[in-house]
């Protein structure tokens, strides 16, 4: 079906493609989980999770299809009449990453169909048969090749570049590396595209001295092994004020050394590989300076290879302290399981460090005191702040970065009208 065959369709039967898209996920959760785990090798119950997490998107956007209002405008002449409609943009160009390889691809489908734009989708090619059961998924549910399309590749110069230069795609809508997203913003411009960036990230966690650090602490734990800390809002700077330092640190140290690595489908496995061997060079890497600058290894700073893990990319969960601005670690998005602790004193000097970073997606704060909570909200330069809240994401609601984590934002009534063109019309009577 051509682009405008789609958009032709009302919005209830757009909506009704994307709930059936929903029901189907849900019922295949099983299937698409192991399978998952098999290509990517997050563990089970979380592969389960980002099914899940997936299929929101088809549901929420199969709402929000019928929500696409337009607007009239009072004009200053009695005999001019003002409409604004909001249509979609055209043929979109999606690029996704391998470590939420279905989630980040409904993420982008899902509001382009509700939004009457039709898709081609390049996945990473670590994740391409994540990528063919998910659009299974649509084409059983009704939605014809050819409104939604994959290119799979090794070759992602080539094929990304021309879906991103190619003058019949209108918007860009892609998730990877700030490195990858610059080039494709700057490839965008020459055909002036609409573009949306989800990048990567350099999440501070700040404890600040009135919270309580045990349940900081295991906070801290569950997001920074969410996906063996391949994940971009995964914690990458620990802040935690003087006071409750000890304490922090303790008790993130038990839970790092209660965690089990192995195959994800595994029972009782909590920590799965890294994704490929430059992954685990860049945790040596990062480890290797941090300690030659003077940093503490609390657990971990190795690779695992007893019990069979040599033959994957396993790293150790690593916990380090006394880092310092002029390590590596303090300044590049990590991507796996390291966490550097950092000892702070004032208010003014966490914020001067967690917002001295060219990434801005998601910060946290733990505290139980409301005052503080809103200066940081306020004052941190990030594009989501969890305050006492390690999950501060839903299909409801807006995900995105600022600075260079990205622009635009994904889920939520706003991650439509990133697939919206808003045409005004001016009638004289
Ligand atoms: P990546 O290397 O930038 O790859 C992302 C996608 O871009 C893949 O499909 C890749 O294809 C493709 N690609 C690579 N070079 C390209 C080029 N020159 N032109 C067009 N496409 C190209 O990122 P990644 O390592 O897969 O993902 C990890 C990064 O994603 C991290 O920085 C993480 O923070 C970020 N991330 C951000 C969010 C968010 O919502 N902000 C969510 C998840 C991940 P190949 O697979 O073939 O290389």
């Not at 409409?83 to 055209?90: E, R, S």
């Not at 330092?245 to 489908?265: H, I, K, N």
């Not at 622009?407 to 019309?425: F, H, P, S």
Request: with cysteine.
């Amino acid at each position: 079906m051509r682009f405008d065959g789609w958009a032709g369709r009302t919005a209830y039967e757009r909506s009704a493609a994307l709930a059936a898209a929903h029901r189907l996920m849900l019922e295949r959760k099983e299937a698409l989980a192991q399978l998952m785990t098999r290509e990517q090798g997050k563990p089970l119950r979380m592969a389960r999770n980002e099914v899940g997490y997936a299929a929101d998107f088809l549901s929420w956007f199969a709402e929000e299809a019928k929500r696409n209002y337009g607007e009239t405008i009072p004009s200053a002449r009695a005999d001019q009449r003002f409409l604004v409609l909001h249509q979609p943009v055209g043929v979109v160009g999606a690029i996704t990453p391998w470590n939420y390889p279905i989630s980040m691809l409904t993420r982008k489908i899902a509001p382009a169909l509700a939004a009457g734009c039709t898709v081609v989708l390049k996945p990473a090619e670590q994740t391409p048969l994540c990528a063919v059961a998910t659009f299974e998924v649509l084409h059983d549910a009704g939605i014809d090749p050819g409104v939604v399309n994959l290119v799979t590749t090794s070759d992602p110069e080539t094929v990304g570049g021309e879906l991103v230069g190619h003058r019949s795609v209108r918007k860009v809508a892609f998730t990877g590396s700030t490195e990858v997203g610059k080039q494709i913003a700057a490839t965008a411009a020459r055909t002036v595209k609409r573009v949306s960036l989800e990048l990567g990230g350099h999440a501070p966690f700040i404890v600040l001295d009135d919270a309580d650090p045990v349940r900081a602490a295991k906070g801290a734990a569950a997001v920074k092994f969410l996906n063996t800390g391949q994940a971009c809002i995964c914690p990458n700077r620990l802040f935690v004020q003087r006071a409750l330092a000890d304490e922090f640190v303790a008790t993130l140290q038990q839970r790092f050394e209660r965690l089990v690595a192995g195959a994800g489908a595994t029972d009782g496995v909590t920590v799965g590989p890294l994704i490929d061997d430059a992954a685990l060079d860049k945790m040596e890497r990062q480890v290797a300076d941090a300690v030659d600058r003077g940093a503490n290894v609390v657990t971990g700073g190795h690779r695992l290879v007893d019990g069979g893990l040599d033959r994957g990319c396993f790293y150790a969960p690593t916990l380090l302290t006394q880092v310092t601005p002029d390590m590596a670690i303090y300044r590049e998005e990590t991507f796996g399981p390291i966490a550097p602790v950092i000892v702070f004193d004032t208010e003014d000097e966490v914020i001067a460090m967690a917002n001295d970073t060219e990434y801005g997606l998601a910060s946290y704060v733990y505290t139980n005191d409301l005052s503080r909570a809103f200066r940081l909200m306020e004052r941190l330069d990030y594009g989501m702040v969890g305050v006492n809240d390690i999950n501060p994401t839903s299909a409801a609601a807006p995900f995105g970065g600022v600075k260079e984590s990205g622009l635009g934002v994904e889920g939520a009534r706003q991650g439509l009208a990133e697939y919206l063109d808003t045409k005004l019309v001016g009638i004289a009577l």
